[in-house]
Every structure is written in C-alpha cells, then in structure tokens.
C-alpha cells in the first residue's frame, strides 16, 4: 500500500509541475493582440473627441474641428483623400468604423500622427494605380440624395478645380470656362466626369490633334472640342 501511495505521490507531483510551454509564435500572437487592441482603443477614443453624441457619427461640424486641430482647412483636398482612405459613404459623415478602417490603414491612433500621415496619404492617392478610383470616389461621395445620378455643374466646376485641377491645369480651366458659358448642361453624370479624366490622359491639349468624335466620347466633349477649335481659329 505505501508503495502505491508512494508511486501516486510522485505521480502527482510530476503532473502539477509540469510547466505549460508556449511557443515564440504564440506569445508574439498574444503581444500583437494586446497592442493592436490598445491601438483601436486608442483610435475609438479619437472618434469620441469629434463624435456627435445624438446621431453617433462625426458630422460636418466635428469633420471642421478635427480640421482645425490638424490645422489643414475643411476644403483641403486631402481631406477628400481622407474620406476616400475611410470609403466614407456620406459626404461630412464618418462613422465610427469607417473611421477605425482609416486611421488604422494610416497607422495613426492620435490627431497629431493622421496630420503626419497626410502627405503620404496624398503620395498614395496620386499613384497612378489609385487615382482613377479616387476621382471616381470623389463624384460619389458628392452624391448627397437618394438616388442621385448627377451634380450641378457649379459644384463639378469647384470638384474639378479641387480633385484634377493640380495635374491637369489647362485642361480643367478651359473646360471650368466651358461649363459656365455653355446652356445644354446644367448637371454632369458618372460617365461624363469620367470621360473628362480619360480625355485629360488622351488627348494632346491644346492642338486636340488626336481627338477622334467617332470613338465613344461623352457628347459633351465633343461640344467641348468644337467649342475650343473655334476658339483656337
């Protein structure tokens, strides 16, 4: 009997000793979770600073204050970039997690690191591979109504001045000139705003030599090199 307890005592001992081992993954796993959490806790209590407690969301309101702290202006294209980082749906919205996917991407948990992650948020933006999809965005994300197709031709203006202006600054002031003038139009949709874009990496401007009006342009491009042929004769 004492041999048996003896031998049970042992076996006992050896269980309860046992060390639980974890492999470096596991703890690096472990690590990883708790500082990406602390992260995202981080960036909830930004969205929080700005927040509209009432409707849960940073409105125009909160977007202008969180400008002021960044001390870039409301009307800053790269706030646009901003919004399209986050794939913002409602223009002068954010929602808390379209603002977790942003800040998260932009690695910045704190106002002061979003203000110097903005110029390489712009360099990102203005990448060949990417831009076409943020000047598409940016059409969308000015879409305000319900079953909006379409945008005044005041505000295309001002949007192409602010999204396109920078890169294409001939072609979007003749066409800026254009728009004001002309009476056919008094909104522009997706596919024209688009084919604006096409045509600013198209066509040679300003002799227009290579522009085809039997290929699939928008009308209005069409009226639009007519207009500037005789205003080049």
Not at 19 to 24: F, K, L, M, N, V
Not at 25 to 37: C, V
Request: aromatic share 12%; glycine share 4%; proline share 3%.
């Amino acid at each position: 009997m004492r041999r048996s307890a003896s031998a049970s005592k042992k076996t006992g001992q050896t269980n309860s000793t046992n060390p639980i081992s974890y492999s470096p993954s596991d703890l690096f796993r472990t690590a990883s979770s708790k500082a990406s959490s602390k992260e995202m806790e981080r960036i909830d209590n930004q969205f929080y600073l700005y927040a509209n407690m009432s409707s849960g969301m940073i409105d125009p309101e909160g977007i202008e204050t969180l400008c002021s702290d960044m001390e870039v202006d409301h009307t800053d294209v790269r706030i646009l970039m901003l919004a399209w980082k986050m794939k913002a749906e409602k223009q002068g919205y954010f929602t808390l997690e379209e603002w977790r996917r942003g800040l998260k991407a932009l690695r910045a948990d704190t106002v002061s690191k979003l203000k110097k992650a903005l110029p390489e948020l712009e360099k990102e933006v203005r990448r060949p591979s990417n831009f076409e999809d943020f000047y598409s965005y940016s059409f969308c994300y000015c879409l305000t109504e319900e079953k909006q197709k379409s945008i005044d031709t005041e505000s295309i203006c001002q949007l192409l001045d602010l999204v396109l202006g920078s890169q294409f600054r001939a072609q979007v002031d003749y066409f800026i000139e254009y728009l004001k003038i002309q009476s056919d139009y008094k909104v522009i949709n997706l596919d024209q705003w688009m084919g604006f874009f096409r045509f600013c990496n198209e066509i040679n401007f300003p002799d227009l030599s290579n522009y085809n009006p039997d290929l699939a342009w928008p009308l209005i491009l069409d009226i639009f090199v007519e207009w500037m042929q005789a205003k080049q004769s």
